[in-house]
């Protein structure tokens, strides 16, 4: 009994397993309502597909640093030949106000002047006056005359001959200086200096 229901069995499950299948279509939901797929549509091949025309490639213009427009070109050259011109006006300018200012020359220092008695050995009496002035003194001694200059610490004598036997021109022939009192020690320098400073006067 158990082995014909056991075969009952296997008949009717090999009866089910040969008959054919439907498939049950199964419905999707569209993204929009009024989008309708229709899978039933043929693909193209992508051989199929039309070709797309394409552009001419733009040919690349380099970049101009100047303008191309000539007027503005022109512009630019005016504006630097007018700056080229204020500068050499202006160099020009500083040369000439250079050359027409008067050179500045620092004034020359004043150099005291000084007296020396030698240097008017042989000439007459008014190249002594020229330089000290007329004498506090003149004496005669025979033809010869002395001529004395009196200062604070000496005494300054001049002798004049004739310049020759029987003439009256005279000329100096000598001079000499003695302390201003009689006995003391002669201080030359400071005689120099007295007798500089009246010789300054003239």
């Not at 690349?60 to 427009?69: C, M």
């Not at 512009?75 to 050499?88: G, M, P, R, Y």
């Not at 250079?98 to 042989?122: C, G, L, R």
Request: net charge negative; charged share 20%; aromatic share 6%.
């Amino acid at each position: 009994m158990g082995n014909c229901l056991f075969f009952i069995l296997s008949c009717a499950a090999l009866l089910i397993a040969c008959q054919p299948v439907t498939p049950i279509p199964i419905k999707t939901k569209s993204p929009s309502p009024n989008l309708k797929i229709n899978d039933a549509a043929p693909i193209p091949n992508a051989s199929m597909a039309p070709s797309v025309p394409q552009e001419p490639p733009v040919p690349s213009v380099p970049a101009e640093t100047l303008s191309s427009d000539p007027v503005d070109q022109n512009d630019n050259q005016t504006e630097i030949d007018l700056a080229i011109s204020d500068v050499t006006k202006n160099i020009e300018t500083q040369v000439n106000s250079a050359k027409s200012s008067p050179k500045i020359t620092p004034k020359a220092v004043a150099i005291p002047k000084t007296f020396d008695p030698t240097k008017i050995i042989s000439f007459g009496k008014p190249s002594l006056v020229h330089n000290l002035g007329m004498a506090n003194m003149v004496r005669k001694e025979g033809p010869i005359e002395i001529w004395q200059y009196q200062f604070a610490s000496c005494v300054v004598d001049f002798f004049f001959y004739p310049i020759s036997e029987g003439s009256s021109q005279l000329i100096l022939k000598s001079w000499d200086m003695r302390s201003a009192i009689v006995g003391d020690s002669l201080d030359r320098g400071s005689c120099h200096d007295e007798m500089n400073l009246y010789h300054q006067k003239f």
